[in-house]
């Protein structure tokens, strides 16, 4: 079973306005983490934003925000004013503290995000 | 921020040859390092988990004596894919963690790899 799923595989947003990443996940720990990352075109994967499991306040990091809706296991990304500069694939992912806590990371399918002009 | 490095970014081989690709944590000690493999506008696949001082652990369907993973100190580790073949072209991707619970992943640069 997919644990994380974004159904989105491209997105158009006009410059200067948000958009929202959709994700949503599937775990029976109590505790995990949520990150998403940004890869541009040169395909370094940059960490912009992350929430915890326990963190009661939706996270938020300048543009970018995390709406996190732990009932129904989403954790969308929302970046205000684009810029061009935004195009690129975004990936959801998730980290499980529970007992296997292996630090590893589980990705969803990515978002290509393209900001128009 | 914490930065990890990869060497080489970008290495075109001969079937057959075998090459290596390093990931250095520059300023942090790294206790856990992941290896990622991309293929063009996809996810990234999680190859093998490696921890400082033990043995990789590869993921399902991961090919242990293919893909040779050596974590020898708490900022390098490397992966060397041995009798390298076409099907092995991808871009391959390291990530460090520093071991405390709520860590972040942080990811090298990449290393596109093409095997002629």
């Known amino acids: 079973a997919q644990k994380i799923t974004q159904t989105q595989p491209g997105m158009f947003v006009q410059e200067k306005e948000a958009v929202t990443l959709d994700c949503t996940y599937d775990t029976s720990d109590q505790s995990y983490g949520l990150f998403w990352y940004k890869q541009p075109s040169s395909g370094e994967m940059i960490f912009l934003i992350y929430q915890g499991s326990y963190d009661e306040q939706n996270a938020t990091e300048g543009r970018y925000s995390l709406n996190f809706q732990k009932a129904r296991k989403s954790a969308n990304l929302v970046i205000s004013a684009s810029q061009l500069g935004d195009s690129a694939m975004y990936f959801c992912a998730m980290r499980e503290w529970g007992s296997s806590n292996t630090g590893k990371l589980i990705f969803g399918q990515g978002t290509t995000l393209q900001v128009k002009p | 921020g914490a930065v990890v490095s990869q060497h080489p970014s970008w290495v075109i081989c001969k079937s057959g040859t075998s090459v290596k690709i390093e990931c250095r944590s520059l300023d942090f000690q790294a206790t856990t390092m992941f290896w990622y493999r991309q293929f063009p506008k996809q996810s990234l696949m999680l190859m093998a988990t490696?921890?400082?001082?033990?043995?990789?652990?590869?993921e399902q369907g991961v090919e242990k004596d293919k893909f040779l993973i050596n974590h020898a100190s708490l900022t390098l580790s490397t992966l060397t894919v041995t009798s390298a073949h076409p099907e092995d072209s991808s871009f391959y991707i390291c990530s460090a963690i520093t071991g405390a619970s709520t860590d972040t992943q942080y990811f090298g640069p990449g290393t596109r790899l093409t095997v002629l």
């Open positions: 490696s921890n400082e001082g033990s043995k990789a652990t590869y």
